[in-house]
């Protein structure tokens, strides 16, 4: 079985839509960075675009406001059907039955054409609200790796929302043939829309040296930061690299970075806002990544002009072909990484090659043509 990525939109005018796109938290993450960018190319062509946060806001709020797009912070923390003691377990599913009403009674006050429900924990839990409500399109969205649902209250979410999906839609085709031979889709319901992103006016000057590599990702275990630290420490003279991200491998990370004698060539620059606006003064990008989806990193800095090193997980051989648009390279394999790295890094005309392919194929995946996408999608969904 292999399910085909939904052709690009036409454009074709039609009705203004009201669309619901709900997600757990609005915090900066890949998943909400593509929702803001949705919700506010959507309403840039005159659609009535609502975002609904399950349980937390954060600061994508204020972009979304500012473009117009109504927002709504809900409260749900969880209902545990085990472990918890008697009288908390039966206050916490309670409060969380509580909110889940409340989601419910809002999208019936809003009728809309369209709910799109990103990640389990939205699709799992708002689409069958949606139901409920009588909205007659409800599209899951499912986003990088995604482990099956682990016991009995997963199972249940995961059986409630299949069942109320009109679709599922996945950015990567690996992910959605998962979700049909595993997870148990039909196929007819399953379509692939890739990641949007951003083209810049600007591209980066990838000849100049020393090169200086880049690296956007959270600091979390399954990012490979570790494999690429390692990678480094084991060239005679390792290309500097700036880390963008944070998160809870920071101080294991500088404690391995001083024990490798790396602390003059990795720089932790934290989570920076806007992090694709330092792409442009590097001259190489890479992901180490143990796991993934279609990553916005290797789509950003393919973007800008950046040729990429990236290991091949989930998505990312859909985006980088071998030797033509960057270099792939296995996941936990620090050696090959190195080998690929100190390539680049030594080699200015590879760059300009693989640079200048990788920006010109990253036009295919560009934010309007991503929005037309789902347009084209909800319409169709609609008859």
């Not at 993450?29 to 009535?48: I, P, W, Y």
Request: charged share 20%; glycine share 12%.
């Amino acid at each position: 079985m292999t399910v085909v990525p939904e052709p690009a939109g036409t454009g074709a005018p039609g009705r203004p839509l009201r669309v619901v796109l709900a997600v757990g938290t609005l915090r900066v993450g890949g998943t909400e960075t593509q929702l803001v960018k949705l919700a506010v190319g959507l309403r840039e062509r005159g659609h009535d675009v609502h975002v609904l946060a399950l349980s937390k806001g954060g600061p994508l709020e204020e972009p979304l406001r500012a473009a117009g797009v109504d927002v709504r912070v809900f409260g749900y923390a969880g209902m545990p059907l085990s472990g918890a003691p008697g009288y908390r377990k039966v206050r916490m599913v309670a409060a969380g039955l509580r909110e889940l009403l409340a989601v419910g009674r809002h999208l019936r006050a809003l009728r809309p054409d369209v709910c799109h429900a990103f990640l389990f924990t939205g699709y799992s839990l708002v689409l069958p609200l949606a139901r409920a409500a009588g909205v007659p399109v409800r599209v899951a969205g499912r986003r990088g790796a995604t482990p099956p649902p682990v016991g009995r209250r997963n199972r249940l979410f995961h059986a409630l929302g299949r069942g109320a999906a009109t679709a599922m839609v996945c950015n990567w085709r690996a992910g959605a043939e998962e979700a049909v031979q595993r997870d148990g889709y039909p196929t007819d319901r399953v379509r692939v829309i890739p990641n949007g992103v951003d083209l810049p006016g600007a591209h980066a000057d990838v000849t100049r040296q020393p090169a200086h590599g880049v690296m956007i990702a959270n600091l979390i275990a399954y990012k490979g930061h570790d494999d690429l630290l390692a990678a480094l420490a084991s060239l005679p003279a390792p290309p500097r690299v700036r880390l963008i991200g944070d998160g809870p491998q920071r101080a294991h990370l500088d404690q391995l970075c001083r024990g490798y004698g790396l602390d003059d060539v990795v720089e932790f620059a934290g989570g920076l806002r806007g992090a694709s606006r330092y792409l442009p003064e590097h001259q190489f990008a890479v992901l180490a990544s143990h796991e993934e989806g279609l990553p916005n990193a290797v789509l950003e800095a393919m973007a800008a002009g950046l040729p990429v090193v990236a290991t091949t997980v989930g998505g990312v051989p859909e985006l980088i072909t071998d030797g033509e648009t960057g270099l792939l390279v296995p996941p936990h394999a620090p050696t090959e990484l190195a080998a690929a790295i100190a390539r680049l890094a030594g080699d200015p005309a590879l760059r300009a090659r693989l640079g200048a392919a990788a920006r010109e194929a990253a036009t295919a995946y560009s934010t309007p043509a991503c929005v037309e996408r789902h347009e084209a999608l909800y319409r169709d969904l609609l008859g």
